[in-house]
């Protein structure tokens, strides 16, 4: 297995394509960001999954190539230089993509790093602030008797999509009329949020009418419909 004999993960979900890129997800928030670039750049890839349910994330395998134990991870045994790349963090992963592929990220330096902005938005924000949201409101944390961390994230969260509703406010995308990897890393965490985690009502979600209009015109991408899919149970 060239390229990848180097990588102990391959040795727990062994590659049927070795040649391709090895994806390591769930279709989680995180994980579909990895799947749905993946889908929309046509770079040929082999998904498996790591039941994150079962704690797989934490094996030694994977701890090897991701040893924050988070979901997704990549290895690619074509990286730079036609060497092998294992890498882990779902925003580093999209850059690395975009740039292998050539798509999604714009070419003018000045709009590149403005887009590589918002990927750090959603990043270093949205993601762990509606994670925390989907935590306090549907998993373990919404049988805590003080309810003032929920609220403190509801409320941060609202503040969140007020600052994309306004940046989405006569814009079909992030960027403006060029779809980017910071759609593609946001669109996963405002769906999850008002559908997995079904916290829509709790902040306010109607009142967002560009945020919603992005999403559904994200949502009809079929490569998006795929991504959200890969890899599932």
Do not use: C
């Not at 990848?4 to 979900?13: E, V």
């Not at 498996?48 to 991870?73: Q, R, T, Y």
């Amino acid at each position: 297995m060239p390229g990848l004999s180097a990588f102990p993960i391959a040795q727990r979900w062994p590659a049927q394509h070795p040649d391709r890129i090895q994806l390591y997800s769930l279709n989680t928030p995180n994980g579909v960001k990895v799947s749905i670039m993946l889908e929309e750049t046509g770079l040929p890839y082999e998904a498996h999954l790591v039941d994150i349910g079962k704690d797989e994330s934490h094996l030694p395998e994977f701890l090897a190539l991701n040893p924050n134990g988070k979901i997704p991870a990549i290895v690619d045994p074509h990286g730079p230089g036609g060497k092998p790349l294992g890498l882990f963090e779902s925003g580093a992963i999209l850059l690395y993509l975009a740039e292998k592929s050539g798509q999604f990220i714009p070419a003018d330096p000045i709009l590149r790093w403005e887009t590589i902005q918002w990927v750090f938005f959603q990043m270093a924000s949205i993601g762990p602030m509606f994670g925390q949201v989907g935590f306090f409101h549907k998993y373990a944390g919404r049988e805590y008797e003080d309810k003032r961390p929920l609220a403190r994230y509801v409320n941060e969260s609202k503040r969140l999509l007020d600052v994309l509703d306004e940046r989405l406010a006569g814009r079909e995308w992030i960027m403006g009329d060029e779809y980017t990897v910071a759609d593609i890393a946001t669109l996963g965490w405002v769906n999850n949020l008002i559908g997995w985690y079904d916290a829509g009502a709790l902040v306010e979600y109607e009142r967002f009418r560009h945020v919603d209009a992005w999403l559904q015109r994200g949502l009809a991408r079929p490569a998006v419909q795929r991504g959200l899919k890969i890899p599932s149970h």
